[in-house]
Each structure stands twice: as C-alpha cells, then as structure tokens.
C-alpha cells in the first residue's frame, strides 16, 4: 500500500480480528492503484503538484470509501441490486484526474 496503512483500513471496516488481512491489504492496495490510474499521475506527482497534506486527506479519503466497497461487495454476484460505488470517490478524487494535453 502507497499510503494507506492496514491499521487505519481496518479501523474503517471496524475489523479487529486479524485472519482476513491478507485480503484486506489486497483491496486497499487495488483502490490506490485504481486511484493513481483514474488520475493518471504517480503518487508522487500528485504530492509535488497539490501538496502532501491536501493529497494524503483526500486521497486517503477516496481510497477508505472504495476499498470498503471492495471488502463489503466481494461476492461475484449479489442476490441484490448492485450497488454505484459511492458519490464520494468522485468527489474526493475529481480534483487530481490529469486533463488531456497537460
């Protein structure tokens, strides 16, 4: 994980057992990933161009709410109606999406 850690995800969760980790860190590690690739920049980059506290809030913020969607919403199909991963993901990530030509 870039800059989550297993401690603040599971607190998020309210996970305290310590069997489920493994897969745990693997969705924290895809919401990043999945974050930097919507955003089209490095980490870094994003660091250096908004500033490390604005990022870490945010990012960490977006990257909580979709890896709780991952955990909550693992079954290859659901005997319910789908859920939009949530409004708050756009809204915490929107600001850093690289735009086209810069």
């Known amino acids: 994980m870039k800059w989550l850690t297993l401690e ?5 969760l309210r996970v305290e057992h310590n069997y489920e980790d493994g897969i745990i860190e693997r969705y924290a590690t895809g919401a ?3 974050i930097l690739k919507l955003c089209g920049r490095t980490y870094e980059e994003m660091l250096e ?3 490390e506290e604005d990022v870490k809030s945010n990012l960490t913020t977006a990257a909580l709410l979709l890896t709780e969607h991952l955990y909550t919403h693992r079954a290859a199909a659901e ?8 409004y708050g993901i756009d809204f915490w990530v929107k600001p850093y999406i690289k735009l086209a030509g810069c």
């Open 32 to 34: 990043e990933n999945g």
């Open 8 to 12: 603040e995800v599971k607190q998020h």
């Open 49 to 51: 161009t908004f500033g």
């Open 79 to 86: 005997n319910v109606t789908l859920d939009v991963i949530p």
